[in-house]
């Protein structure tokens, strides 16, 4: 039996490929830890997924940084569980500098080493 966490991030990895693939997004080789894709001009893209019924994406301080500094992108996608895969249900592209994040907290996510601000779906579409 799958745990909510291996079905998250399972849900997750479909949902990136959905989002890179209606944006154009290159994935293969691309990846780094602050940057999940590349529009096909080299532009850096941070690809964050939630499900619905959470209500929000996490955004971490210190790639949020790297991805300003980097003039790139978030491609944000909201999704929800349809048989054994997903329905994405909205998607937005965005500046780093057009999300509304003012609150940073501490992550207990030791591989993160970062703070993280939770973004509301209705703050973003």
């Given at each position: ?71 790139g992108w978030y491609a944000l996608g909201v999704y929800k569980p349809h048989g054994t895969g997903i329905r994405l ?37």
């Amino acid at each position: 039996m799958k745990n909510r966490s291996s079905n998250a991030a399972r849900y997750g990895s479909r949902a990136e490929y959905k989002i890179a693939e209606e944006y154009g997004l290159e994935i293969e080789g691309t990846h780094s830890s602050w940057k999940d894709a590349e529009f096909q001009n080299g532009s850096p893209v941070e690809i964050k997924s939630c499900m619905v019924s959470t209500g929000y994406f996490q955004i971490y301080k210190k790639y949020h940084r790297i991805l300003r500094q980097r003039d790139g992108w978030y491609a944000l996608g909201v999704y929800k569980p349809h048989g054994t895969g997903i329905r994405l249900l909205k998607t937005k592209l965005k500046r780093p500098s057009e999300l509304p994040l003012s609150t940073w907290s501490p992550t207990n996510h030791s591989q993160r080493q970062s703070e993280k601000a939770r973004l509301k779906i209705g703050d973003v579409f």
